[in-house]
């Protein structure tokens, strides 16, 4: 194509050569060695990443965000707190709520581990119209919805 934009085809093959690269570095990334014994799931590290972006989020806010019961949710932040990866304290405004947050012992090590991802997806983000990032994210769901359905393989 003369102006340089890929062919579907073109497309698919330059994502079949990246994926796999992608998936291989967050695979090399260490979990700090402070953090080693923990025990943590991929569903602690997204919590955990949204905290570190967001700063702190109510129970609530993470399940929604997370797309999980707010019950889950509450049990992860449960066993993270006891185990003083996490802060709770109550919410000022409303003495029902639980605000969350990650301990000051523990960000650094966090912040070294999971603070590349968010601010390599600013870098490709900030530079780009919302509908050019609706775009993206519309492209990543997508084909995490069609993998699943292709492998049977439910998240």
Do not use: C, N
């Not at 890929?6 to 990334?29: C, F, H, N, W, Y």
């Not at 700063?55 to 929604?64: N, R």
Request: aromatic residues 4%.
């Amino acid at each position: 194509m003369s102006t340089g934009e890929p062919s579907v085809d073109q497309g698919v093959r330059e994502m079949i050569l990246l994926m796999p690269r992608l998936m291989a570095r967050a695979k090399r990334t260490p979990i700090p060695e402070r953090l080693r014994d923990f025990a943590l799931t991929p569903r602690h590290l997204s919590l955990l990443a949204l905290l570190l972006y967001d700063e702190s989020a109510t129970v609530k806010q993470l399940a929604a965000q997370l797309q999980l019961a707010s019950t889950t949710v509450s049990l992860m932040v449960g066993d993270l707190s006891r185990q003083g990866i996490l802060l709770r304290r109550e919410d000022e405004r409303d003495r029902r709520r639980t605000i969350v947050s990650i301990s000051d012992v523990h960000r650094p090590a966090i912040e070294t581990w999971l603070g590349a991802g968010a601010a390599a997806w600013r870098t490709v983000f900030e530079p780009m119209s919302p509908d050019e990032r609706k775009l993206v994210i519309d492209a990543l769901l997508t084909y995490e919805r069609e993998t699943m359905a292709l492998t049977r393989q439910p998240d």
